[in-house]
């Protein structure tokens, strides 16, 4: 098969391209680079250097299907600049599927979120819980969700949406390098690295065992197998929601206790005040993966995600 992989320079993107290219898939990634990186592209991909709002340019009836990952993709950013996630998440999406309209490709698997669910009534979330986004971030990739279901209604798509709870790990010499950097392991191990003096706690009072919130990990290579197997599953006028998580929750404290055996760092910590808007609780339900993908994650533990996303960053640190 031949796939278009639209943000496929991105962390998440490349790592399913790889997986894609090891299955015997011709790739082609599209991505700007706005916040990419091209040594993201794996090795025997196309790379073409552009925008989604500009896929037709690039897409033809040659494509059996799309993996849709370009997206701004920071919920603080999106609070304070929220017109650059309605044109960068929903524009560019309504361009994409333009284009694969008018090249008769009927496939999409597209990267959408947990943020989709704001602070839920009850978990584990499944997905039939009440969408209510806390951010134009999350609003937009809901908007997304609402517009492939329509587009499969009205012209036959096959979509599947593939809400990810918290992705982390490391494929190789493919890992999280975001800037700025706002997800609790990587800088954990920043951390760890000495490139940060401490890990700020964000409340330590929630009512969770140790205090601290819970959430759901999911390695990115449990997340890339997933995309594979919703490209089998999707069917024609059907949009298919999907949540990606282990089922299992991590304290904040958790992780950083983890992290120090894993690295045989100290990793100094601080408390500081809770975070509007922090669930004390995220852990999603996926048995609909489970279910409809005949997927289950293959590396729940939580030491062993720590562990590739540490050889990743030593990796990083050692070339730059």
């Known amino acids: 098969m031949r796939y278009l992989v639209t943000g496929g320079a991105g962390y998440v993107g490349g790592v399913v391209a790889a997986h894609l290219l090891a299955a015997g898939h ?31 340019r690039w897409l033809d009836g040659s494509f059996d299907g799309v993996l849709h990952f370009a997206a701004s993709s920071q919920v603080g950013e999106s609070v304070l600049n929220p017109e650059k996630y309605w044109r960068n998440n929903v524009g560019g999406t309504i361009e994409l599927l333009s284009a694969m309209r008018a090249a008769g490709v009927r496939t999409l698997v597209f990267s959408s979120t947990a943020a989709v669910y704001g602070e839920p009534a009850t978990t584990p979330i499944t997905e039939d819980a009440r969408t209510a986004p806390t951010s134009p971030y999350g609003a937009s990739k809901l908007a997304v969700d609402q517009m492939l279901a329509g ?33 609790l392991i990587p800088i954990v191990l920043q951390v760890a690295q000495g490139r940060r003096e401490a890990i700020s706690v964000y409340g330590t009072d929630y009512p969770t065992p140790d205090g601290t919130c819970v959430r ?49 760092h100290p990793i100094p910590e601080v408390a500081a005040d809770r975070r509007a808007g922090d669930p004390a609780v995220l852990v999603a339900s ?35």
Not at 28 to 52: H, M
Not at 288 to 302: C, D, K, Q
């Open 216 to 264: 759901d990990y999911i390695h990115v290579d449990d997340l890339a197998e997933a995309h594979l197997a919703a490209l089998g599953a999707a069917v024609p006028g059907e949009h298919l929601v999907c949540n990606l998580g282990n089922g299992n929750g991590f304290s904040v404290r958790e992780v950083i206790e983890a992290a120090r055996e894993v690295t045989g």
């Open 151 to 183: 587009e499969c209604a009205a012209h036959g798509l096959a979509a599947v949406s593939l809400r990810y709870f918290n992705v982390a790990g490391a494929h190789g010499a493919q890992g999280e390098r975001h800037d700025p950097e706002s997800h």
């Open 286 to 320: 996926a048995d609909r993966a489970r279910e409809r993908l005949g997927w289950r994650p293959s590396r729940p533990e939580l030491a062993g995600i720590i562990a590739d996303a540490w050889a990743f960053a030593q990796r990083k640190e050692g070339t730059s």
């Open 26 to 56: 011709r790739v082609t990634v599209l991505d700007d680079l706005s916040t990419g990186f091209r040594e993201g592209v794996p090795e025997g991909a196309e790379f073409v250097e552009g925008n989604v709002r500009d896929a037709a």
